[in-house]
T-cell receptor, first 114, second 110 residues
Framework: EAQVTQNPRYLITVTGKKLTVTCSQN?????MSWYRQDPGLGLRQIYY???????DKGDVPEGYKVSRKEKRNFPLILESPSPNQTSLYFC?????????????FGPGTRLTVL | GQQLNQSPQSMFIQEGEDVSMNCTSS?????WLWYKQDPGEGPVLLIA?????ELTSNGRLTAQFGITRKDSFLNISASIPSDVGIYFC??????????FGTGTRLKVLA
């Protein structure tokens, strides 16, 4: 089944403890992206990747890192999480970049930073 | 950053009623997208609009790309309980960036 998977689905952690949220897609998509969803703010783009080894900042990149060493994986790294990074995170992918190509979203990761 | 403002923020409607929501921006965009997020899941694309003035339907959903290219509208006819969720508009900023709206939360009373 074609899909975007994220792990973990739920995570509670403490301030400053490094964590990684994994994202994987099995559709051979070139474009991948991370978003955070907060009440009243909608979804905001954190980082995106146009292809392997090519990444760039979205609107809210502060406090996050990403890497794209393989086409199928696009992990989101929080080196030193803070409470303001408590949010619902979504990974998405599309065949290539651009609005003519539908983005497929993962199921989400709910992160709580205490 | 740029923002897309959606209204209403939330709405409660009776099953069978029609629904209208809109999305506005202070900037011009060349593509407007509408997504639906079911409870506990990721957003799913409903309709994509690529031309100013364009009216596109997908079943009971109809969306329009505003003639000024600064707004878009989504209508749902004869709502049913499975229409419940959050509806987002979105645009592309350049080729690689996406901007999403603040969302309209829809609740349908049977």
């Amino acid at each position: 089944e074609a899909q975007v998977t994220q792990n973990p689905r739920y995570l509670i952690t403490v301030t400053g403890k490094k964590l990684t949220v994994t994202c994987s897609q099995n559709m051979n998509h070139e474009y991948m992206s991370w978003y955070r969803q907060d009440p009243g703010l909608g979804l905001r783009q954190i980082y995106y990747s146009m292809n392997v080894e090519v990444t760039d900042k979205g609107d809210v990149p502060e406090g996050y890192k990403v890497s794209r060493k393989e086409k199928r994986n696009f992990p989101l790294i929080l080196e030193s999480p803070s409470p303001n990074q408590t949010s619902l995170y979504f990974c998405a992918s599309s065949l290539i970049a651009g609005a003519y190509n539908e983005q497929f979203f993962g199921p989400g990761t709910r992160l709580t930073v205490l | 950053g740029q923002q897309l403002n959606q209204s209403p923020q939330s709405m409660f409607i009776q099953e069978g009623e029609d629904v209208s929501m809109n999305c506005t921006s202070s900037s011009i965009f060349n593509t407007w997208l509408w997504y639906k997020q079911d409870p506990g899941e990721g957003p799913v694309l409903l309709i994509a609009l690529y031309k100013a003035g364009e009216l596109t339907s997908n079943g009971r959903l109809t969306a329009q790309f505003g003639i000024t290219r600064k707004d878009s509208f989504l209508n749902i006819s004869a709502s049913i309980p499975s229409d419940v969720g959050i509806y987002f508009c979105a645009v592309t900023s350049g080729t690689y960036k996406y901007i999403f709206g603040t969302g309209t939360r829809l609740k349908v009373l049977a």
